[in-house]
Each structure stands twice: as structure tokens, then as C-alpha cells.
């Protein structure tokens, strides 16, 4: 009971703390230096995390770069990198709040349906992360944003699964 209380009190506070404009800005303009990179964002976190791979049934237990050229992986990143731009293109203005948690919720209910686990968006995010890490202009002030911006996704979806 302690241990749910704690969680509800973590994700309380992470929607609790939207982000400001300027936090907005800074996870919207690091994310356009790499939101056409869908293809390499995928295989990154495929490459990282096999195991979220093995979540796809039409790329399960296939070589990565042997599906990496294909047009259902091109699709499926596509749609990924689309999902993550429609959020990060709404944050930071609170009129978008609902929007964002209709989203994020949708997400969680989404793919708890297929049995993805809160253990694999923590990986989701940490590939994630090291991917903006690699390719994009960045420091502590983006860190901190995209962290921010990760946490309040996060409690929402972890509240889902």
C-alpha cells in the first residue's frame, strides 16, 4: 500500500509540473534537428533494447539490419516519431494539457494491450535519450528539459499499464 502511494503521489507530481515555454522550446527545437530521422531513432532503440524488438511481431526474432531497409520498419518508425512530434509539438502551452494526457493515456492503454511493460519504456526512454545524446546540440539545460517533458510522459503511461 506504501509502495502505491508513494507512485500515486510521483505521478501526480510529474503532471502536476508541465513544462514552461522555454522548457518547451528546448526539447521542440532538439527535436527537429532529428524528427526526420525516424528509421535511425527505431533501430536505435532496437539495436539497445532487443527485447522491445521482440514486441513486433513482424520484426520479432529478425536480423535488425536485415529489417532496418524495409518499408514496414520505414512505417512503423514513421508512425513512432509521429506520435512523439504531435506531443512535443503540444507541450508547453497548458490549453494543451488534455490533448496531450488523452494521448499519452491512449498510448499506455495501447500497449499494455500487447503486453508492453513499464520495464520497456524505461528502456524506450534511456535509448531515446541516448540517441538526442548523439545527435543533437546538448546540455544540461536539454537534459533537464527532456527529462522533465520524459517524466510527465511516463507517469501517465506507467499509470495505464
Same mark, same amino acid.
Not at 538526442?132 to 517533458?149: F, I, R, T
Given at each position: 500500500?506504501?509502495?502505491?502511494?508513494? /507512485?500515486?503521489?510521483?505521478?501526480?507530481?510529474?503532471?502536476?509540473?508541465?513544462?514552461?515555454?522555454?522548457?518547451?522550446?528546448?526539447?521542440?527545437?532538439?527535436?527537429?534537428?532529428?524528427?526526420?530521422?525516424?528509421?535511425?531513432?527505431?533501430?536505435?532503440?532496437?539495436?539497445?533494447?532487443? +527485447?522491445?524488438?521482440?514486441?513486433?511481431?513482424?520484426?520479432?526474432?529478425? *536480423?535488425?539490419?536485415?529489417?532496418? +531497409? %524495409?518499408?514496414?520498419?520505414?512505417?512503423?518508425? %514513421?508512425?513512432?516519431?509521429?506520435?512523439? $512530434? &504531435?506531443?512535443?509539438?503540444?507541450?508547453?502551452?497548458?490549453?494543451?494539457?488534455?490533448?496531450?494526457?488523452?494521448?499519452?493515456?491512449?498510448?499506455? *492503454? +495501447?500497449?499494455?494491450?500487447?503486453?508492453? $511493460?513499464?520495464?520497456? /519504456?524505461? &528502456?524506450?526512454?534511456?535509448?531515446?535519450?541516448?540517441?538526442?545524446?548523439?545527435?543533437?546540440?546538448?546540455?544540461?539545460?536539454?537534459?533537464?528539459?527532456?527529462?522533465?517533458?520524459? +517524466?510527465?510522459?511516463?507517469?501517465?503511461? $506507467?499509470?495505464?499499464?
Amino acid at each position: 500500500m506504501k509502495f502505491f502511494v508513494f /507512485f500515486t503521489l510521483c505521478v501526480v507530481g510529474a503532471i502536476a509540473s508541465p513544462l514552461t515555454a522555454d522548457e518547451a522550446n528546448l526539447v521542440q527545437s532538439s527535436w527537429k534537428q532529428v524528427s526526420h530521422n525516424e528509421v535511425e531513432i527505431l533501430a536505435a532503440v532496437f539495436a539497445a533494447y532487443p +527485447d522491445i524488438q521482440a514486441k513486433f511481431p513482424q520484426f520479432a526474432g529478425k *536480423d535488425l539490419a536485415a529489417v532496418k +531497409d %524495409t518499408a514496414a520498419f520505414a512505417t512503423h518508425a %514513421t508512425r513512432i516519431v509521429s506520435f512523439l $512530434s &504531435e506531443v512535443i509539438a503540444l507541450s508547453g502551452n497548458a490549453s494543451n494539457a488534455a490533448a496531450v494526457q488523452s494521448l499519452v493515456s491512449k498510448l499506455g *492503454d +495501447d500497449h499494455k494491450a500487447r503486453g508492453v $511493460s513499464a520495464a520497456q /519504456f524505461v &528502456e524506450f526512454r534511456t535509448a531515446l535519450v541516448a540517441y538526442l545524446e548523439n545527435h543533437v546540440s546538448w546540455g544540461a539545460n536539454v537534459a533537464a528539459a527532456w527529462n522533465k517533458a520524459l +517524466d510527465n510522459t511516463f507517469a501517465i503511461v $506507467s499509470a495505464r499499464l
